[in-house]
């Protein structure tokens, strides 16, 4: 079997590193670190891009997992589509660096109580997050989206859990700093059904089998194969995978 490599991706991609590295000579210098020169990496890479390109020519197109497979995977491991109880939460956070002093953790607490006030008032919670909150979810409302308590750290999960839709928080202090929570939505815990898992399951399994093959198919080429570089259309980093 004669296997074509292109290596104009090869190329590519090592162009790529040299940018990225900041050059031929810090590039070099980094590998050195590695235990590894300029060539040999080079080679790595071209193997990489060649076993990429065989997958999808040849081990993906003869991969089909069919609807039986999908459920009989689905019934043999009812486990792994538990879904744990969860909450759509919204937060306002004061953040607090570690190994911040008294003064600083207490005027962060204050601003978090004030915040609670004027939340419990009545003025909306997801606007008081965008203008008050430190966390990257304020310009989001504060919203965290649907989590499981196994998600958040204890203290923000055990206050969370505690609440029912619309209720807001005390002041919970985490090691992130003092947040003040409203829960929007709770879901009790449920088993996903074979319709919702479909898809990404088939494609979980696409993927397996997909792997299994790339080993015997690297020992192939090792064993059997005649690489011929080709220079092959141009060719980026991208198409490469």
Do not use: C, W
């Not at 670190?33 to 990489?48: D, H, I, P, Q, R």
């Amino acid at each position: 079997r004669e296997i074509a490599l292109d290596t104009g991706a090869v190329d590519g991609i090592m162009a790529q590193l040299e940018q990225q590295s900041g050059g031929r000579e810090a590039l070099d210098a980094f590998l050195g670190n590695m235990g590894l020169n300029y060539e040999a990496f080079k080679g790595t890479v071209g193997e990489s891009v060649l076993v990429q390109s065989l997958v999808e020519q040849q081990i993906r197109p003869g991969v089909e997992v069919t609807d039986q497979e999908v459920e009989e995977f689905y019934q043999g491991n009812p486990q792994m589509f538990q879904r744990p109880e969860q909450v759509r939460a919204r937060h306002i956070l004061m953040a607090v660096e570690q190994g911040a002093d008294e003064e600083t953790k207490a005027d962060a607490k204050a601003r978090a109580e004030a915040a609670r006030k004027r939340a419990l008032s009545g003025e909306d919670f997801a606007t008081l997050a965008t203008e008050l909150s430190d966390g990257p979810s304020a310009p989001n409302g504060g919203d965290l989206g649907f989590f499981s308590a196994d998600r958040m750290v204890p203290a923000f999960a055990e206050a969370a859990f505690a609440l029912e839709p619309g209720a807001i928080s005390q002041v919970v202090e985490t090691q992130f700093g003092y947040h003040v929570i409203k829960v929007e939505e709770r879901r009790p815990a449920s088993t996903q059904s074979l319709e919702e898992v479909k898809d990404p399951l088939r494609n979980a399994l696409t993927e397996r089998e997909v792997g299994e093959g790339v080993a015997s198919l690297v020992e192939e080429l090792r064993s059997k194969a005649t690489i011929v570089p080709t220079a092959g259309p141009a060719s980026t980093p991208s198409d490469a995978g």
